[in-house]
């Protein structure tokens, strides 16, 4: 799980932008949460309100240094766009797309294809994931308007941790998409690190009144409005686990459990963790430099070429097997990835999931070379639930 695993270590100083937040209830003894606020009507707000072709633009940057790792530096730079591609409620159909800065398409893999997100203009509960550091008033230009700002600083480099350094508009207008996000700079510090991720608004605009255009469907999507199961015999303990994405006025969610045997594919997202869409934002830009090859490799063990069958398809992967034994037992520990993470035969499956190992684990290897899994995780299934019942 290597590549998943740089990925999560990658986002992790994002996390630090906002407070985690649950929806989870509150435990018997805790004391009473304060009373709800009134959730607004979804045609009173921005969400409700949205256009075909209102849209955001920014400019990105990302780098890393190779630290304490024997790595080459990495970096990447170019413009996100997000753009209302339809309107049906109660869904507004985002198009995620980034290219380089002359508007051409990435070459690197994790942002080579647009992705499709549908936010929901209504809130199931109240969602509110506050802005972490220290925060300070002021005015600007950006995107060639004036901005009364509100600017959000962390300093965690004290202790290892990164510099965040976040602005948001107090009204956001337009830039609703995103929560008013302005510009965001996180730089890396400690443990040998060093390096950032900046995002700093180029344009925004209102699409015309009246706009139409038909729903994207969901063969690419980011996450909200589709599941996945992964399946892990480990030790003997064989479970299955469903991840649902769903996404709410700017936020989305993700929740996590036991897949369901009937019924609806995600059936809550009471407990959901939450997060602002400019942190995935953020999380796909670092993400990016961990998959600047693909398919992944280990040295000393060239991958082979073959394909995965799952839900009825069949997958074009790669194979990289490396032996791996404990005195008289031999054993082969395994990782298989999709050759093309963008594969037909993927259609509807989330981002994150796409680069993880549709498959991975170890095999003992008995007399006359027949191998027995000992210890495996596998994506088993994944599909969508928007327009269903949540």
């Not at 849209?55 to 209302?84: C, D, K, M, W």
């Not at 992705?115 to 230009?141: N, W």
């Not at 950032?196 to 605009?205: F, M, N, P, S």
């Not at 892990?232 to 969610?253: H, K, P, V």
Request: hydrophobic share 35%; net charge neutral; proline share 11%.
């Amino acid at each position: 799980m290597r590549l998943y695993t740089s990925f999560l270590a990658g986002s992790a100083a994002i996390t630090l932008l906002t407070h985690c937040a649950s929806t989870r209830p509150s435990s018997p003894g805790e004391p009473p949460a304060p009373p709800e606020v009134p959730v607004p009507a979804p045609s009173n707000t921005p969400w409700g309100q949205a256009r075909v072709g209102d849209h955001a633009v920014y400019s990105f940057s990302t780098n890393q240094s190779p630290g304490r790792i024997a790595r080459p530096p990495r970096a990447l730079a170019g413009r996100l766009r997000v753009e209302v591609t339809a309107v049906q409620a109660p869904w507004v159909w985002l198009t995620l797309s980034f290219t380089d800065d002359a508007g051409k398409p990435l070459t690197n893999v994790w942002l080579a294809r647009d992705l499709t997100l549908p936010v929901s203009m209504e809130t199931s509960r109240p969602l509110d994931v506050p802005p972490r550091g220290t925060e300070s008033f002021e005015q600007l230009s950006a995107a060639g308007r004036q901005w009364e700002a509100k600017r959000y600083i962390e300093d965690q480099r004290p202790v290892d941790g990164p510099l965040n350094n976040v602005l948001y508009a107090v009204q956001p207008g337009p830039l609703y998409l995103t929560r008013g996000l302005l510009s965001l700079s996180i730089t890396l510090s400690g443990f040998g690190a060093s390096g950032g991720t900046q995002l700093t608004l180029l344009e925004v605009r209102q699409g015309p009144e009246g706009g139409a255009s038909p729903a994207s469907p969901l063969e690419r999507p980011l996450g909200p409005g589709t599941w996945f199961d992964f399946r892990a015999n480990i030790g003997g303990n064989d479970s299955t686990q469903r991840t649902c994405f769903s996404a709410e006025r700017g936020y989305l969610l993700q929740a996590e459990g036991p897949a369901p045997t009937q019924g609806a594919a995600c059936p809550s997202f009471a407990e959901a963790t939450v997060s602002p869409l400019e942190e995935w934002l953020v999380r796909l830009i670092t993400g990016a430099l961990a998959t600047e090859s693909w398919p992944p490799v280990t040295a000393g063990a060239p991958p082979s070429r073959g394909t995965l069958p799952l839900q009825g398809r069949t997958v074009p992967v790669s194979t990289t097997e490396v032996p791996e034994n404990e005195g008289s037992v031999r054993k082969i520990r395994f990782e298989t990835y999709a050759a093309d993470p963008w594969d037909a035969s993927l259609a509807g499956l989330a981002h994150e999931a796409r680069f993880r190992p549709l498959t991975e684990g170890v095999d003992r290897v008995e007399a006359k070379g027949r191998r027995t899994p000992q210890d495996f995780t596998q994506l088993v299934g994944w599909g969508t639930w928007v327009g269903s019942a949540k």
